[in-house]
C-alpha cells in the first residue's frame, strides 16, 4: 500500500521513497514508483517485498518494463528475442491540483496483454482524471 504525504506543490513521499511530480495541463503526474522490491537475484521467484524506505529519492526509470518479446502491435519494440527486465514492479499515479485533506476516487490499472506485452507507459489517463 502507498500513502502520499505531500510535502511541496507536486513533491511527495510515500513507503518507497520521495518522488517529484509534474503537471500536464490540469493533471499532475508521479511516475515510476516502486511498489516492491525487484525481483532479482535471491529474490527471483519468491514473493514481492516490501520496500521500507520511504526517504530514497525516486527517479524516473527508462524501459521498466517486464520480460516479453517485442511486438509491434502495442507494446515494446526490439531487435532481439526477449526485451524488458525482471526490476519492473512500478506504477504511476494521476491526480487533479486539490486540496491536500480532499478525498479522490481511486482507479486501480494494470495493462492487458497476458503476462505477454504490454506496459504502463502506452496509456495516458489525463482526460478521464481531469473529468473526476
Partial sequence: MISLIAHAEIKVETSSGIV?????????YWDDIPYAKPPIDQ???????????????????????????????GGPGGDGLYVGTEDCLYLDISATARKK???LPVMFWIHGGGN?????????????????
Avoid at 517529484?20 to 499532475?28: F, L, P, T
Avoid at 527471483?44 to 524506505?53: E, F, G, Q, S, V
Avoid at 505477454?116 to 473526476?132: A, E, I, P, Q
Fill in 43 to 73: 529474490l527471483r521467484w519468491k514473493a514481492p517485498r516490501t520496500i521500507r524506505d520511504s526517504k530514497n529519492i525516486i527517479l524516473s526509470k527508462e524501459n521498466n518494463y517486464c520480460v516479453q518479446r517485442p511486438s509491434s502491435l
Fill in 116 to 132: 505477454t506485452s504490454g506496459l504502463k507507459d502506452l496509456y495516458d489517463f489525463n482526460k478521464m482524471v481531469r473529468r473526476h
Fill in 101 to 103: 485533506s480532499e478525498l
Fill in 20 to 28: 517529484d511530480g509534474y503537471k500536464k495541463g490540469r493533471v499532475i
